[in-house]
């Protein structure tokens, strides 16, 4: 990957930014370099040519010594009030803290700042998500009491922050299961949702030791104080999923899910759950949750389980009872122990039932992982999806400067891609490695570059906006020598704690957010540079990038939607019935095609073989000859009289309209 050519901002606006950030903002990096870089930069067009980032801005309003936050989980962003709100947690087995922050890069209160300071010894957190309202929600497990899931209003405005959570518990106090004990209830990082009513709507999936303390699936809980055994609002159970022909409910192991509040074609809202399901050690199948075969949706209307749920299946063969081992989606384990639960889901649906996911190829080799975005179907009276299109695929391991998958020391086949987010407006964001050094004998990788990516949907074009690692960029420091300029460290692949996620692109599609890694504490070679001159070289950030305006080339866009008409109609928002590679709207428009039924269909398509039938009804009937009549002795083809088709509207029209009335072609 080419290094970017930075333009930098003043000094003056680089300075404004620090000092709110030294001054206003909760400081735990020692150092207080966070908040003193931002750079302008031009991401660079990775592939296609309908438009480009004029430019994008780059902060770092989160770094810390790696020695007080080992560890972070994946960073959430959102567009709150038009301005960028995220978050980003810290966490570690040992005694050092475990932080939830909030973070924002619009003005100088924003940087920097952490809005609470979980116990040293008693929370490992991750954020499930930041909603446009900008409650923040997260799981916060380990604690010496409860478990639990927690969320909290967010602010950039109230420095300094509280030394303790204060946050709302989605479950109340007290109550079994969540406590840590043997059996007790598993508590994955949820999803969150504002309903109409503007009550809080939680998604997470249980897993128990059978105690009953949970529903065993997929569950749905409001607003706090919920008993996790009994106030699920609406639950997807591991038994009576769909299963391919073979295995058993026992073996299904559920993804974490995601929520959206999808716009139907109609205008109406409504909520809509996302999740994985896959099997675990079955006689077909395997790889569980970390690579579910296909994804259910479902909206929130009714508490029935799979009944109305529409299906994306990683084969894409229209049978839920066979699946191919060799395809399937990546995600991550959602409940038990390890890091599993504390990674956000690697898929994500947006507010047009979009859903963004990577598939598996093992049929290939090296395995492929690609990055698919599918398009909903709805039903006749437009309130519901039953399906999904076929995939539209934004980009792909071994193209686009990604390298291809490779099998390490274990054995195990290893992703260049991290987890993908979507966005209302349709664009697509993931990371992926654009450069490795590899061990010859072991096949692990000892070094890499690792870029974040955009998709634009409308104009199918691949764009790098920063990269991390190696070849990575670099970001000047305001201060100059204060702190010294800050190499990205590289971004993080596969399915770890910190890669990026399905929140790592904001709704709106305008903000990103990603944690990158510097280097391992006290090691003198490895990682990049936070204090030169002091003992400090390994650091933890978090990036934020607002991505500025996206100007459009679009050479074809005939029904002026802002989207490339091939594009159009690959996505399904646009029909083609004529195949001619032009929306069928514009065929209409601009009088290629007839309609005289005024369906939006051109007549070509839907008008059957009926002879004397003039407007393409299916009836010969008084229309038919009221239209011979009105077009008598014209040459008007277009809707009108000339059903014999030789160019004008005489004798042998009226005659062959009289020969069939009465006819139903229907």
């Known amino acids: ?42 991401p660079t067009v990775v592939r296609g040519a309908g438009g480009s980032f004029a430019d994008a801005t780059i902060y770092v309003p989160y770094l810390i010594d790696a020695d007080q936050g080992p560890l972070q989980n994946s960073a959430v962003v959102q567009s709150v009030g038009g301005s960028l709100l995220g978050g980003v947690t810290t966490f570690s087995s040992d005694i050092f803290p475990k932080w939830v922050a909030a973070i924002g890069t619009v003005d100088a209160p924003q940087s920097n700042n952490s809005f609470v300071l979980e116990g040293a010894a008693n929370r490992s957190n991750s954020f499930g998500t930041m909603l446009t309202d900008g409650t923040g929600l997260w799981r916060a497990n380990f604690a010496t009491g409860q478990n639990n899931l927690e969320y909290e209003a967010m602010t950039l405005t109230n420095d300094p922050a509280p030394t303790t959570s204060g946050a709302n518990l989605v479950f109340g106090p007290g109550f079994a299961g969540i406590d840590g004990t043997a059996g007790s209830v598993f508590l994955g990082t949820p999803a969150g949702l504002r309903g109409l009513k503007g009550e809080l709507i939680v998604g997470v999936t249980n897993f128990d030791g059978f105690t009953g303390q949970v529903p065993r699936g997929v569950n749905i809980f409001l607003d706090s104080g919920n008993n996790p055994a009994t106030d699920a609002a609406f639950s997807w159970l591991q038994t009576g999923t769909p299963v391919p022909a073979g295995e058993s409910d026992s073996g299904v192991r559920q993804t974490q899910p995601d929520l959206a509040m999808v716009t139907t074609p109609l205008g109406a809202q409504q ?94 080799s090296p395995n492929a992982y690609i990055v698919n975005v599918y398009t909903p179907v709805w039903n006749a009276a437009m309130d519901r999806i039953v399906g999904y ?44 490695i654009t450069d490795a050094t590899f061990d010859a004998g072991t096949g692990d990788i000892l070094n890499r570059t690792t870029d974040l990516f955009v998709w634009d949907e409308g104009t199918n074009t691949l764009h790098s906006i920063i990269g991390g690692g190696q070849n990575g960029d670099t970001l000047s420091d305001a201060f100059g020598p204060d702190g010294g300029d800050l190499a990205i460290g590289p971004f993080t692949f596969d399915v770890d704690s910190d890669n990026f996620n399905r929140e790592g692109l904001s709704d709106n599609g305008e903000y990103l957010a990603i944690t990158f890694r510097n280097g391992v504490e006290n090691d003198p070679i490895d990682g990049g540079i936070l204090n030169p001159g002091g003992t400090e070289n390994a650091v933890r950030g978090t990036l934020t990038v607002d991505l500025g305006e996206f100007e459009t080339m679009i050479e074809n866009d005939c029904n002026n939607n802002g989207t490339e008409d091939a594009i159009d109609i690959a996505m399904g928002t646009s029909e083609d019935c004529n195949n001619n590679g032009v929306p069928d709207e514009c065929d209409i428009a601009d009088m290629t095609s007839e309609d005289c039924n005024m369906n939006g269909v051109p007549d070509e398509c839907d008008r059957i073989d009926c002879p004397g039938d003039t407007n393409g009804d299916g009836l010969v009937n008084f229309d038919d000859l009221n239209n011979v009549l009105g077009s008598w002795n014209t040459m008007d083809n277009l809707c009108g009289g000339d059903v014999t088709g030789e160019g004008s509207v005489n004798f042998d029209d009226l005659n062959l309209v009289l020969a069939n009335w009465g006819n139903d072609c229907n």
């Open 271 to 364: 909520a809509y759950i996302c999740f994985g399901v896959g099997i675990s050690g079955g006689a077909v199948m395997n790889g569980g949750a970390d690579e579910p075969f296909y994804f259910a949706v479902d909206r929130l209307d009714a508490n029935d389980g799979y009944t109305n749920a529409a299906y994306i299946e990683a084969d894409n063969d229209g049978d839920m009872n066979t699946a191919n081992n060799a395809l399937k989606f990546v995600d991550h384990t959602a409940t038990g122990g390890g890091t599993g639960p504390f990674v956000n889901s690697q898929f994500a649906m947006n507010n047009l039932g979009q859903v963004a996911a990577i598939l598996r190829d093992e049929t290939v």
């Open 389 to 432: 299109t076929g995939p539209v695929e934004a980009a792909r391991s071994g193209q686009d400067t990604i390298i291809d998958s490779w099998v390490d020391s274990t054995g195990a086949t290893v992703s260049p891609l991290s987890g993908v987010s979507i966005s209302d407006n349709g664009r697509v964001a993931f990371a992926a």
């Open 1 to 42: 990957m080419m290094i970017k050519d930075f333009g930098r901002l003043s000094a003056a606006a680089g300075i404004v930014l620090a000092a709110g950030s030294t001054v206003f903002a909760v400081d735990y990096d020692v150092t207080g370099q966070a908040g003193q870089y931002a750079e302008v930069v031009v």
